[in-house]
């Protein structure tokens, strides 16, 4: 059973930087896709950025030139950094891990961290 236990949220003001981090643990196996997502009050959850085991990355088109997604699999963390924040970035953005076991597909969720950037 994967662990993810996210930290770096909170307040900034509009144009700040923010850096989230999210540590998996509690399996000796590796863990394959990690990802962000966020879920603002009355929205549905949706992707900000994920990245593969082997480095390739995906984003979502609003965060795109701003938000930054790496990972270190040697201690099967991954980060966000958030640059150039708007308000509309306000949301619990939770950490996301993919682990398989042969044909097996297991996927673990963060408790949440909360943004929020104020205008």
């Known amino acids: 059973q994967v662990q993810l236990v996210e930290s770096g949220g909170g307040l900034v003001q509009a144009g700040g930087s923010l850096r989230l981090s999210c540590a998996a643990s509690?399996?000796?196996?590796?863990?394959?896709?990690m990802g962000w997502y966020r879920q603002a009050p009355g929205k549905e959850r949706e992707l900000v950025a994920a990245v593969t085991s082997g480095g390739s990355t995906n984003y979502a088109d609003s965060v795109k030139g701003r938000f930054t997604i790496s990972r270190d699999n040697a201690k099967n963390t991954v980060y966000l950094q958030m640059n150039s924040l708007k308000p509309e970035d306000t949301a619990v953005y939770y950490c996301?891990?993919?682990?398989?076991?042969?044909?097996?597909?297991?996927?673990?969720w963060g408790q949440g961290t909360q943004v929020t950037v104020s205008s």
């Open positions: 509690g399996s000796d196996r590796s863990i394959n896709d």
């Open positions: 996301n891990a993919d682990q398989w076991i042969g044909p097996v597909r297991n996927n673990y």
